[in-house]
């Protein structure tokens, strides 16, 4: 069965400093595709980084990097010289087809908190 | 260019009751899913509409049904509403032939269920 953990249901991070979100994702299709959004307390989802299973390099969106490595199917999130606005909920997610599929596969979501 | 937007932003219902909620997609998309966002299961896919057919489709009882309209804008319904149905419903739109993390979401609506 297709699925995505995220072990850390709370995060707090110095304002300025890096942090690590962590996912685990579970399939057994060959392509595949794998996002972080993120949920402020205004409910939207914001699109923040994406990274396609035969990618070569990990994807990189500014301040946002994602460490993938496909053999122990993690996808991390890493946020560099975080910010107070980075504090919301954090979701990993799962196309099962790295083409048109829009149906994703969500985990629970780590929530950040940026202290100042 | 407009954003995904959806009405009502908050609704409350009670048991039994129907509901209909409405969103319209950033202009020219014609994809439009539709998800469920609750405390304890998180976002699960209801169902995605493209040029007024379902695409795909969730693992929701038949309660669950949507439609798309000739301009791309959806609407999803739920009836007989359960206290279980309280969630943020979630719809986000994409451009055919777009990359797939090119979805870009409305706001939701906050369905209360008493």
């Known amino acids: 069965a297709q699925k995505i953990t995220q072990t850390q249901p709370g995060m707090f991070v110095q304002e300025k400093e890096a942090v690590t979100l962590d996912c685990t994702y579970d399939?057994?299709?060959?392509?595949?595709?794998l996002f972080w959004y993120k949920q402020p307390s205004s409910g939207e989802m914001i699109f923040l980084i994406y990274?396609?299973?035969?990618d070569q390099q990990n994807a990189t969106e500014g301040r946002y990097s994602l460490n993938f490595q496909k053999a122990r199917k993690s996808a991390n999130l890493v946020i560099s010289a975080s910010q107070l606005g980075d504090s919301a909920m954090y979701f990993c997610a799962m196309s099962p087809n790295a083409g048109n599929n829009r149906k994703l596969i969500w985990g629970l979501g780590t929530s950040l908190a940026v202290n100042p | 260019k407009a954003g995904v937007t959806q009405t009502p932003r908050y609704l409350i219902k009670t048991r039994g009751q129907q509901v209909t909620l409405s969103c319209s997609p950033i202009s020219g998309h014609r994809s439009v899913s539709w998800y469920q966002q609750t405390p304890g299961q998180g976002l699960q896919f209801l169902f995605e509409y493209f040029s007024e057919t379902q695409r795909n489709k969730g693992n929701f009882p038949g309660r669950f049904s949507g439609r798309q309209f000739s301009n791309s804008r959806s609407e999803m319904n739920v009836s007989t509403l359960e206290l279980g149905d309280s969630a943020l419903y979630l719809c986000a739109s994409s451009l055919e032939g777009s990359s797939p993390y090119e979805q870009y979401f409305g706001p939701g609506t906050r369905l209360t269920v008493t």
């Open positions: 990274q396609g299973s035969y």
């Open positions: 399939t057994s299709d060959p392509s595949y595709g």
